[in-house]
């Protein structure tokens, strides 16, 4: 085995989000040295589920003992039709039990996470943190440069661009996006109640999308409401209690009288997947990669996948005296991420516009998917588990192995 200098087995990660975050300790856990690329950011509000694989990741990362107490498991996950329409689904329960797991996931807050992960980064000795912008990336066939809006550089043999769903550095790779837009837009805000959710999460299929009630530690839940443009508008209008109780007659009063406590989040509803996730020296990760819903709580296990798989594959090469951001570790990445999102995608959007459309034949099919899995523990166990993450392909840090 060839030995490299240490500067070649350097990777610039870009994005101080959850998903650059992520990636920057996984691929200084694999022995690579990081650049993390990271400016203040700001505060971000709304909550997020961690799957069980993406709790394995934090807990090989050494993160998750710290973060459990602040965290829910979503034990049961319950689907209820309130679409009104002539044929209705029947109510499905899913226990993670049926999968011998504490939970399907953990929903926590996501200011809780970032200060675990920030503390996380500040504590390894492999990760240099860089408080600027970048201006550019510019690649050349042995380096990628990337240019500070400090008037420095920093020259690496791959880019982890976590950088968003507005990547300068995939613009800089000249990666395309190919978009769906949706007639919808997603409300969300953590409701206080008065009665305990006993780690339920509950769906409401509506016409205009799901709502959806996913606990917190305490009398409390996060709320997704996907709901119209104008709908959105209205809400958005409204003072604290009075969203409060429309949130409560959505809910139908199952957990009892609600009370706002958080700000409110809106965004509007479409699907974005880069037409490639790696291209030369950058490989793309979180929302610079790809966009989805927050139906099934895809997005940010999505990311730690990515980051996980870049890292595997990264020290991999590293430990093999190869060039770390050559196009056999991007394509390898590239390969092995696209079948992952591309089924979550289009399960995500099936579902979606299955709400959507007012076709009997769509609403029947729909209602005949769920009172199959109703009726079959067998099918039902296997939709669970291909919801909780991939069976196939898995990074080993989600399996719980180091790199």
Not at 142 to 148: Q, S, T
Request: glycine share 10%.
């Amino acid at each position: 085995m060839t030995s490299r200098p240490q500067a070649e087995q350097t990777v610039a990660v870009i994005g101080g989000g959850a998903s650059g975050l992520v990636a920057a300790l996984a691929l200084a856990s694999g022995g690579l040295a990081v650049k993390l690329v990271a400016p203040s950011r700001a505060p971000d509000p709304r909550t997020t589920a961690l799957m069980d694989g993406s709790v394995r990741a934090l807990q090989t990362l050494g993160l998750w003992d710290a973060l459990r107490p602040n965290a829910s498991p979503l034990r049961i996950m319950r689907l209820i039709d309130d679409t009104g329409r002539l044929l209705r689904a029947p109510e499905v329960e899913f226990r993670a039990s049926e999968l011998e797991l504490d939970g399907f996931a953990w929903n926590l807050e996501n200011e809780t996470l970032l200060a675990a992960l920030d503390e996380a980064v500040a504590g390894e000795s492999r990760i240099q943190r860089i408080a600027a912008s970048v201006r550019q990336v510019v690649e050349g066939p042995e380096r990628a440069r990337v240019e500070l809006d400090d008037g420095a550089s920093i020259d690496v043999a791959l880019v982890a661009a976590a950088d968003g769903r507005n990547s300068p550095s995939r613009r800089a790779a000249g990666i395309g996006m190919r978009v769906r837009e949706y007639p919808q837009v997603a409300v969300t805000a953590t409701l206080a109640h008065s009665r305990p959710h006993g780690d339920v999460s509950t769906e409401f299929h509506t016409k205009t999308g799901p709502f959806t009630l996913v606990p917190l530690p305490g009398e409390r839940s996060s709320v997704v409401c996907v709901v119209s443009a104008v709908e959105a508008e209205e809400l958005a209008a409204l003072e604290p209690e009075a969203f409060a109780r429309v949130m409560e007659r959505k809910a139908h009063s199952i957990l009892g009288r609600m009370s706002l406590v958080s700000p409110r989040g809106h965004f509007p509803l479409s699907q974005r997947t880069a037409e490639r996730f790696a291209r030369g020296r950058i490989a793309l990760i979180g929302e610079a990669a790809h966009i989805i819903p927050p139906i099934g709580a895809q997005g940010l296990n999505l990311g730690i996948r990515d980051a996980a798989t870049l890292a595997e594959l990264a020290s991999d090469a590293a430990r093999a005296g190869e060039d770390i951001g050559a196009a056999a570790v991007t394509d390898a990445y590239e390969r092995r991420r696209r079948a992952d999102v591309a089924s979550r995608g289009f399960a995500v959007d099936l579902f979606n516009r299955s709400l959507l459309s007012d076709l009997l034949p769509v609403a029947g099919l729909r209602g005949l998917g769920l009172w199959l899995l109703g009726q079959s523990s067998g099918l039902r166990r296997v939709v669970m588990r291909e919801g909780v993450g991939p069976t196939r392909d898995v990074p080993r840090l989600l399996a719980g192995t180091r790199l």
